[in-house]
C-alpha cells in the first residue's frame, strides 16, 4: 500500500491507501470544524477569508488565515524532505517518519484538553497543527500514489471525476473504457470514504470532543501495521519458493 513505487505499484494498492486514508481525513476535517470552527484539510477557504480580512484590514485575522496556510505548506514541504532523503537513502520505509509524525499529531491533540492549558492561543495551535498533519498526509499520499490519490481535499477530485464521467460518451473501446470505470471508482471511494470520516467523526465528537481523533490515529497505526505485515508474508513466501 505504501511501499510498491512506479511499475510495482497497483490499482489495489491505490484503492487500499484511498480508502483510508480519505477516511481519516475526513474525520479530521469535521472535528476541526466542530472543536476549532476551522477547515483543516484544505487551504482555499483560508485563502479568500485571508484576502478578506486584508481588504476590511483586520490585520491580525489576516495574520492567523495567513498562517494556517503556511502551516499546510510546512507540513507538505517536510513530507517531500522526509520522503526524498529516505529515497536517496534506499529506504523501503520512507512513510514511516510522516505516518509517525501524524499520529504523534492525532494523539496530542487528542488529549490536548488534559495536556494544554485552557489558553485562547489553544484554538489556533489545534487548527496549525491538524492543517500541518493534512499537509504531511497529502504529500506523502501524492508522492506514493505519483499523484494518482489525493485524500485530503476533494474540489479537484470532482473536476477530475466530471471529465472523466464526461469521457465515457465517447471512448467506446474496451480497454480505454474499462481504465476509466477503475479511475471513477477510485474517485468514488475517495469521496464516499471521506463522506464516512464526516459522519463518523460528527456521531463520535458528540460524546468524546477532541478524542475523536484517536480514531484517525487508530486508522493510521492500522495501515502501517498491515502494509508491514503483508511485507513480511511476501518476503517469507519468496523466501520459501
Known amino acids: ?42 487551504v482555499t477557504g483560508h485563502f479568500a477569508y485571508f484576502s478578506e480580512q486584508l481588504f476590511v484590514r483586520n490585520y491580525k485575522m489576516a495574520f492567523i488565515y495567513l498562517l494556517y496556510i503556511l502551516f499546510f505548506l510546512l507540513g507538505a514541504f517536510v513530507s517531500g524532505v522526509i520522503m526524498e532523503w529516505a529515497s536517496k537513502q534506499k529506504s523501503h520505509t520512507s512513510y514511516i517518519i510522516p505516518l509517525s509524525v501524524e499520529i504523534v499529531i492525532m494523539f496530542a491533540i487528542g488529549f490536548s484538553n488534559e495536556l494544554l ?29 505519483q499523484s494518482v490519490v489525493r485524500t485530503t481535499h476533494l474540489t479537484g477530485l470532482f473536476t477530475d471525476l466530471g471529465i472523466e464521467l464526461s469521457q ?32 463518523l467523526g460528527a456521531l463520535v465528537y458528540q460524546h ?13 497505526l492500522f495501515a502501517v501495521w498491515y502494509d508491514r505485515l503483508l511485507f513480511r508474508y511476501y518476503h517469507l513466501k519468496r523466501k520459501l519458493r
Open 1 to 42: 500500500m505504501f511501499r510498491h513505487k512506479g511499475k510495482g505499484r497497483t490499482y489495489s494498492h491505490n484503492l487500499k491507501l484511498a480508502s483510508i486514508l480519505s477516511c481519516v481525513a475526513g474525520l479530521v476535517n469535521i472535528t476541526g470544524v466542530l472543536a476549532v470552527s476551522t477547515l483543516t484539510t484544505n
Open 117 to 145: 492549558p485552557d489558553r485562547p492561543s489553544v484554538p489556533l495551535i489545534i487548527s496549525s497543527a491538524l492543517l500541518f498533519a493534512m499537509g504531511l498526509q497529502n504529500a506523502l499520499v501524492t508522492r506514493v500514489s
Open 168 to 199: 465515457l460518451f465517447f471512448h467506446g473501446e474496451k480497454g480505454r473504457k474499462i481504465q476509466l470505470n477503475k479511475s471513477i471508482f477510485l474517485k468514488l471511494m475517495i469521496i464516499s470514504c471521506f463522506f464516512l470520516g464526516g459522519i
Open 208 to 220: 468524546f470532543q477532541l478524542k475523536t481523533l484517536l480514531i484517525p490515529a487508530g486508522l493510521l
